[in-house]
T-cell receptor, first 115, second 112 residues
Framework: DSGVTQTPKHLITATGQRVTLRCSPR?????VYWYQQSLDQGLQFLIQ???????AKGNILERFSAQQFPDLHSELNLSSLELGDSALYFC??????????????FGPGTRLTVL | KNQVEQSPQSLIILEGKNCTLQ??????????LRWYKQDTGRGPVSLTI?????NTKSNGRYTATLDADTKQSSLHITASQLSDSASYIC???????????FGTGTRLTIIP
C-alpha cells in the first residue's frame, strides 16, 4: 500500500459525459501527478500540481482539467468523453516538486470505461 | 524529440535465472533515470533512481546501471522469482522543466 488513495476504483460511463476522478496524496506529500495508461500503451504523463499550483504539463487534452485543493487532494476532470479515453488513470504523489531524490508513489488507479 | 526506448518488449525466463532489461534514451538535458515495476492493473512501484553521476545502484536482487555518455541504462535481475513477473518501466526526467518521459516497458514473465 503506497498511501495514495484514488476513487472511484472503477467508472463506467457513456460518450459525451463528464467524470471526476479523485486522488488523496500520502500524508506530507506536496506534489500530485496524473497519468493515463491505455491498453497496450505506456504511461502518459498528464499534469503535475505542487502545493496547489500547476507545476508541469504533459500530454493533457483540452477536454481534461485538474486542480489541487488546499488540503492537497486533487481531482482530474474529464469531459466530452470519447471511446478512446477508456484507460487506467493513475495518481502519484511525492514529497517535493520533483528532482532526483523525490520518489513518486503511485495509487491503485481508476479504471475508466467509456461506452 | 525526447524518447525512451526499452528492449526487449517482452521476455520469458525460467525461475532462478538472471535477466537484463535495456533502456536507451534521447532525453536532454538529463536529470535522472528511474526504473519502476508495475504489476498488472496496479500502480508502478519505484525500484531505483540514478542521477548523472551514478553508474550503478542496487535494490535487493535488482541492479540498475547508467551510462550517461551513451544514454543507456540496464536493469539486471538476479535469481528471478515468480513474483518478478511484471512490466518494468524506464522513466527519464529532463533537467530544468522536470518533464518525465516514459518508456513503453518490458513485460517480464517468470515461469516455474
Amino acid at each position: 500500500d503506497s498511501g495514495v488513495t484514488q476513487t472511484p476504483k472503477h467508472l463506467i460511463t457513456a460518450t459525451g459525459q463528464r467524470v471526476t476522478l479523485r486522488c488523496s496524496p500520502r500524508s506530507g506529500d506536496l506534489s500530485v501527478y496524473w497519468y493515463q495508461q491505455s491498453l497496450d500503451q505506456g504511461l502518459q504523463f498528464l499534469i503535475q500540481y505542487y502545493n496547489g499550483e500547476e507545476r508541469a504539463k504533459g500530454n493533457i487534452l483540452e477536454r481534461f482539467s485538474a486542480q489541487q485543493f488546499p488540503d492537497l487532494h486533487s481531482e482530474l476532470n474529464l469531459s466530452s468523453l470519447e471511446l478512446g479515453d477508456s484507460a487506467l488513470y493513475f495518481c502519484a504523489s511525492s514529497r517535493q516538486s520533483g528532482g532526483a531524490g523525490d520518489t513518486q508513489y503511485f495509487g491503485p488507479g481508476t479504471r475508466l470505461t467509456v461506452l | 524529440k525526447n524518447q525512451v526506448e526499452q528492449s526487449p518488449q517482452s521476455l520469458i525466463i525460467l525461475e532462478g535465472k538472471n535477466c537484463t532489461l535495456q533502456c536507451n534514451y534521447t532525453v536532454s538535458p538529463f536529470s535522472n533515470l528511474r526504473w519502476y515495476k508495475q504489476d498488472t492493473g496496479r500502480g508502478p512501484v519505484s525500484l531505483t533512481i540514478m542521477t548523472f553521476s551514478e553508474n550503478t545502484k542496487s535494490n535487493g536482487r535488482y541492479t540498475a546501471t547508467l551510462d550517461a555518455d551513451t544514454k543507456q541504462s540496464s536493469l539486471h535481475i538476479t535469481a528471478s522469482q515468480l513474483s518478478d513477473s511484471a512490466s518494468y518501466i524506464c522513466v527519464v526526467t529532463s533537467f530544468g522543466n522536470e518533464k518525465l518521459t516514459f518508456g513503453t516497458g518490458t513485460r517480464l514473465t517468470i515461469i516455474p
